[in-house]
């Protein structure tokens, strides 16, 4: 639930405050404060509180502050002056707090958190809309049924950090986007970020669906990137060990993440054994599907297949897939998370860790790290070591990763010194690994490991650790 601070005062704030109860759905909560009585509703819902006092007391206001972690600031006040003052006083306390203000004054905010909307060119634009052979706003345009929307992506969501061709869009598209009031040129290698103005266009009903999830902060993955995880088993080159461990760790995360449904494929079948075990375990739970390839078309083929049968939104793999580096790298192009499966039991992992490398990469996963710690209830360790004193400052970062937890409302552990990233690692037990995936983690390498610093190099190489691999854009975002 997100907590909204709205201060309302002036000749608009009565009918504001019946618009905002009216809109009320029970998702937020709000901090009212107001001025005179005349604008409190007759029935006051649960999730709403009110404070009566004057926005401008620079330590009231601050106590309303402090109580709560707001996700953002409404305001419509009677003055140039007041809005000015209660802008700075927010400022002061709150660096990034994003605020919405309703200006009749002609106010310059010099602030990318501050969206000021126009009272004056709002009204007139309703008056022009009425007039013959003017174009219209986008409500107005089409079947009138909402089929384009608008969608601001809050800090924290799920899409935030994600370039758009990751993100699955059936019966809906993005085509285009508003950035720092800006509308920018997209393309599939574009990354939106925190605050972006997205336009979609698609069917209203499941537009909605994703002005939902784009609105949320947690429980969500493996959307964007699809609703079901996969588990590709070929029974040629397993072991009857690495089968079971394999079947158990993909029902535990089929519990635990929000998927739709858990698709395991076996190709290439070997004993009556192993296909018996695999049926018995998975007969009974109505979220998993088994499909089996007798006709052994391979690899490629099965995952490109599947990939547009299934909507997949995660691939789980067994050590011994990542033997032909070649063959896997493919699945890269299909621009999800893949879950390496390691050697310790995924049920015993107790917490998240994140090596930390370098920011681009590590910035656009953000997001996927809470989501995917909330919902297998780990907590998360955050790596920031230096071993060979390298003079990149992570401190933004870092402070990046501090407001994330605070969205998410978990705890979360910084190790900041100079010891060997990957020797530190080592010696955690029950870890669940997040990196970005990227393409050279699929190139040959040297034997000798010494002639590489790259943590995330040298940590997919390792097999002990269940590592989740999640797609990121490896291009420079330049927009």
Do not use: C
């Not at 590489?452 to 990121?472: C, M, R």
């Amino acid at each position: 639930m997100k907590k909204i601070l709205i201060i309302l005062d002036g000749i608009v704030a009565k009918r504001l405050m019946e618009r905002i109860v009216e809109a009320n759905t029970g998702e937020n909560s709000y901090d009212i404060i107001y001025l005179n009585d005349v604008i409190l509703p007759v029935q006051k819902p649960s999730n709403f509180t009110f404070y009566k006092f004057d926005p401008t007391s620079k330590s009231k206001l601050a106590m309303v502050l402090d109580k709560n972690i707001h996700t953002e600031v409404l305001m419509a006040l009677n003055t140039k002056d007041e809005m000015l003052n209660v802008i700075k006083n927010i400022r002061e306390h709150k660096k990034n707090l994003q605020m919405n203000i309703l200006d009749y004054w002609g106010i310059k905010v010099d602030d990318e958190h501050v969206n000021v909307y126009k009272g004056i060119e709002v009204l007139a634009n309703g008056m022009v809309e009425k007039l013959p052979n003017v174009p219209v706003v986008a409500q107005n345009i089409g079947l009138k049924q909402g089929e384009i929307m608008e969608i601001r992506v809050p800090f924290g969501s799920s899409y935030a950090y994600r370039y758009i061709g990751s993100i699955e869009q059936k019966e809906w598209k993005i085509f285009g986007l508003y950035r720092n009031q800006k509308m920018v040129n997209i393309k599939p290698s574009f990354v939106i970020k925190p605050n972006d103005i997205i336009l979609v266009i698609g069917n209203p009903k499941v537009l909605m669906q994703v002005y939902n999830a784009i609105g949320k902060t947690q429980g969500q993955f493996p959307m964007p990137f699809g609703h079901n995880l996969y588990l590709h088993l070929d029974l040629y080159l397993e072991t009857f060990d690495s089968v079971k461990k394999a079947i158990q760790e993909a029902k535990f995360l089929n519990q635990r993440l929000k998927n739709n449904q858990l698709i395991v494929k076996v190709t290439r079948p070997t004993t009556v054994d192993i296909m018996t075990y695999i049926k018995d375990e998975l007969r009974h739970h109505p979220s998993i599907k088994l499909v089996i390839d007798y006709a052994n078309i391979g690899f490629k083929k099965n995952i490109k297949e599947d990939f547009r049968k299934f909507d997949i939104g995660m691939i789980m793999l067994t050590q011994v897939m990542f033997k032909d580096k070649k063959r896997i790298s493919r699945v890269i192009n299909m621009k999800v998370p893949i879950f390496k499966i390691g050697l310790e039991n995924l049920k015993s992992v107790k917490q998240t860790i994140v090596v930390l490398n370098d920011t681009n990469s590590y910035e656009q996963i953000s997001p996927m790290i809470f989501d995917v710690s909330s919902q297998i209830k780990t907590k998360i360790k955050i790596f920031d070591l230096d071993p060979i004193g390298s003079v990149k400052d992570k401190s933004e970062l870092l402070g990046h990763f501090e407001n994330l937890a605070k969205i998410f409302n978990e705890k979360l552990e910084i190790v900041s010194n100079g010891a060997n990233p990957i020797r530190a690692v080592a010696k955690e037990e029950n870890l669940l690994q997040i990196m970005p995936l990227k393409k050279d983690m699929f190139e040959d390498r040297y034997s000798f490991k010494f002639l590489y610093t790259n943590s995330d190099l040298l940590s997919f190489d390792k097999n002990k650790n269940n590592q989740l691999l999640i797609p990121i854009s490896e291009e420079d975002d330049k927009e």
